[in-house]
Nanobody
Framework: QVQLVESGGGLVQTGGSLRLSCAASGGTFSSYTMGWFRQAPGKEREFVAAISWRGGITYAADSVKGRFTISRDNAKNTVYLQMNSLKPEDTAVYYC????????????????WGQGTQVTVSS
């Protein structure tokens, strides 16, 4: 059973940057595809980015491509989301997710979830 804990959220102005971290424990982190999702008030949870178990393959949603970068450090059991050029529409709770056997951008592809961290971008 994998436990995931996000950190790094906060309040930032438009155009600013934040780096989210997700620390994993209780499993073999290097075996998992890791992803980031977000959920804005009144909206469905949506895919943001994913990274393969060794970090060689990454995939980002069109809405964040070129601004957000996902990375991982398997020695530290941590996955990161570097967010640059933030916009008010990026405001959401950001969730880290892990998948043991699947690669994808759907919620159903992921077995484990963190509790989320709030990101607020002011205009």
């Amino acid at each position: 059973q994998v436990q995931l804990v996000e950190s790094g959220g906060g309040l930032v102005q438009t155009g600013g940057s934040l780096r989210l971290s997700c620390a994993a424990s209780g499993g073999t982190f290097s075996s998992y595809t890791m992803g980031w999702f977000r959920q804005a008030p009144g909206k469905e949870r949506e895919f943001v980015a994913a990274i393969s178990w060794r970090g060689g393959i990454t995939y980002a949603a069109d809405s964040v491509k070129g601004r957000f970068t996902i990375s991982r450090d398997n020695a530290k059991n941590t996955v990161y989301l570097q967010m640059n050029s933030l916009k008010p529409e990026d405001t959401a709770v950001y969730y880290c997710a892990g998948s043991l056997l699947r690669w994808g951008n759907a919620r159903a592809d992921y077995n484990y979830w963190g509790q989320g961290t709030q990101v607020t971008v002011s205009s």
